[in-house]
């Protein structure tokens, strides 16, 4: 198994925390991994992607051009990367920025209404959860208990009162595809 994804979007969307979460519950259940965040100078509102590698077998290189997954949190990133996506790939779009639809009809296609869900959970800052739990669901390479376990991880301290928001909006993300 071997998984390279693309999760890219606007800077402040969430999408380096989706990738670093994917790549410590990987690490937790025991796969090689790589995490490799790419953003410009903006602090909020410019680019930001990153490419994470899920696998059972040793990662050669944290760099690749064809990515099994793209999760596109808004429409600059399907545009750029959907051309790139290995044919059978899974792509997962936040239907809520995105307007454009997949193009090509070898990959699947997911669409997500992050923003929307994470309103309802009650905080439009977990729109990323609610990709990340989409994900999840759809792909089952992580147990959603691992990363359950890393949200926990992530709001530690101070922040410890989100986890219960993070951790409902990563469950209602799940349930849009199952």
């Known amino acids: 198994m071997k998984k390279e994804i693309i999760i890219s979007g606007f800077g402040g969307q969430g999408g380096l925390a989706i ?31 990153c490419s994470v590698v899920l696998s059972d077998k040793p990662v050669g290189s ?3 051009a064809h990515p099994t997954e793209l999760i596109a949190l808004n429409e600059p990133s399907l ?8 044919s059978g790939g899974t792509v997962f ?29 009650g905080n439009p800052k977990v729109s990323n959860m609610v ?12 147990k959603p208990e691992t990363i359950e376990k890393m949200i926990q991880e992530m709001f530690a301290g101070a922040k410890a009162k989100f986890i219960p928001l993070n951790i409902e ?6 349930a849009c595809v199952q």
Do not use: H
């Not at 545009?79 to 290995?86: H, L, M, R, W, Y």
């Not at 909006?169 to 799940?174: H, L, S």
């Open 19 to 49: 990738g670093k979460n994917l790549a410590e519950a990987g690490m937790a259940e025991g796969l090689n991994v790589t995490w490799a965040p790419s953003y410009g100078p903006e602090m909020r509102g410019g680019t930001a992607n």
């Open 62 to 64: 944290p760099v690749f």
């Open 79 to 86: 545009e750029k990367f959907e051309a790139g996506v290995q």
């Open 93 to 121: 779009v936040n239907c809520d920025v995105v307007t454009d639809r997949v193009q090509r009809a070898d990959l699947t296609a997911f669409y997500i209404p992050c923003s929307k869900i994470a309103e309802e959970v």
């Open 131 to 142: 990709m990340l739990g989409a994900y999840v669901a759809a792909t089952k390479v992580l």
């Open 169 to 174: 909006a990563f469950r209602r993300g799940m």
